[in-house]
């Protein structure tokens, strides 16, 4: 690999996608070669659109864990890491749906004012037993 061949992304059948995807914003600094393995979309080194999380004073040990998680995964420890936030993210977006959908529920439920709250109901058959 060159450096030529270094940042190729997708191969082109035209040199001209390259400017509308440097217009577009998605490939800023894509530029249009030609060469012996056909046209393609070079870019700068950069990574397009993506925000950078830096992580201070973390622990040792937690640091060897997740590296060690890491390698057990067949990840770097920076896609580990992502893929434990991912998760994170995506089950507080799930928490946060059930608790929406309980929310609702709880509106079209026409307890009267004096009924008995669940957890006053379940105390009291504890205490029976």
């Known amino acids: 690999m060159n450096a030529q061949t270094a940042g190729r992304i997708r191969p082109r059948t035209s040199p001209s996608t390259c400017s509308s995807e440097r217009a577009s914003g998605r490939v800023p600094g894509a530029r249009p070669v030609d ?3 056909g046209p393609y979309c070079l870019q700068s080194a950069s990574i397009i659109h993506v ?3 830096y992580v201070r004073e ?3 040990r937690l640091y060897k864990r997740l590296r060690a998680r890491a390698r057990r995964n067949g990840r770097s420890l920076n896609a580990e890491v992502i893929e434990i936030l991912e998760g994170t993210a995506a089950r507080d ?3 946060a749906t059930v608790t929406r959908r309980l929310a609702e529920l709880a509106k079209r439920i026409d307890l009267p004012v004096d ?3 669940p957890e006053e109901i379940i105390r ?3 205490d029976r037993r």
Do not use: G
Request: zero cysteines; charged letters at 40%; proline letters at 11%.
């Open 51 to 53: 925000a950078t999380l």
């Open 58 to 60: 973390v622990p040792e």
């Open 35 to 37: 060469d012996d393995f």
């Open 93 to 95: 977006a799930e928490a």
């Open 115 to 117: 009924a008995p709250k």
């Open 124 to 126: 009291s058959e504890r």
